[in-house]
């Protein structure tokens, strides 16, 4: 897990992906590592996620391809088989996390209160996903929590942007942000690549700045 944390921390941004056609998955994932981005998210919130992951972590072993949205034993099972590199969930199952752990696969499962916190270091997790991020306290929660939980680290998804995302990556207890602002519905529907591409240089860029210390703050 530690491994996979630095790996994350390096790309900062993880676009948060639902594909309705597996078929894009190859082209959006050159487009996003054209622009820098080292991993991505497809969700498991379309009947195409499998074959989507199964192409993607193919084509571009480079990426470090992950399964969002995983909600049962079998799709962790279904995602892995088809090369998921890390399972990540909105919420915490416990028997998610338990087969991910027997496996030795990463698993980020989500939180938003201490008590959820709580229940996912008691199966021996210190990184997880804070969601939905912006809902639920957004920074401010994320400083609230860096006092009694100085052990764990968020990757917060969910309402981030690049009006906020920087604020996010500066915090020393977030990991990564999760964001599905880098591929727009509209523009996989028209397979704007380049368009893509250009998102996430700019996203690649806020990441550099936010981890160099030349970020912008207000």
């Known amino acids: 897990m530690e491994q996979t944390d630095s790996l994350l921390y390096e790309t900062g941004i993880i676009p948060v ?5 597996a078929l894009q998955a190859v082209p959006l994932g ?5 622009g820098g981005i080292r991993a991505a998210e497809i969700t498991f919130r379309s ?4 074959k989507a992951i199964e192409s993607m972590a193919a084509a571009l072993p480079e990426l470090f391809v992950c399964a969002g949205t995983v909600l ?6 279904q995602a892995v088989a088809c090369g998921a590199k890390a ?4 919420g915490t199952n416990p028997q998610v996390v338990a087969w991910c752990l027997e496996n030795g696969v990463p698993v980020y499962p989500g939180c938003a209160t201490p008590t959820e916190i709580e229940a996912a270091l008691s199966l021996g997790l210190h990184t997880l996903k804070l969601f939905p991020a912006e ?23 969910g309402g981030i942007g690049t009006h906020n995302v920087m604020e996010y990556l500066l915090q ?15 523009l996989l529907q028209q397979e704007k690549w380049d368009k893509i591409t250009e998102l996430a240089k700019a996203a690649s860029e806020i990441v550099r700045k936010a981890r160099s210390g030349k970020a912008e703050t207000k």
């Open 17 to 21: 992906i639902k594909l309705e056609q």
């Open 30 to 34: 050159k487009a996003l590592a054209a």
């Open 47 to 50: 009947e195409a996620a499998p």
């Open 72 to 77: 049962s034993v079998e799709q962790a099972k």
């Open 87 to 90: 399972i990540i969930s909105p």
């Open 135 to 157: 809902v639920v306290g957004g920074v401010g929660l994320l400083k609230a929590l860096s006092g009694p939980y100085r052990q764990v680290k968020f990757m917060p998804t």
């Open 172 to 186: 020393p207890n977030v990991v990564a942000c999760g964001g599905s602002w880098l591929c727009p519905e509209g």
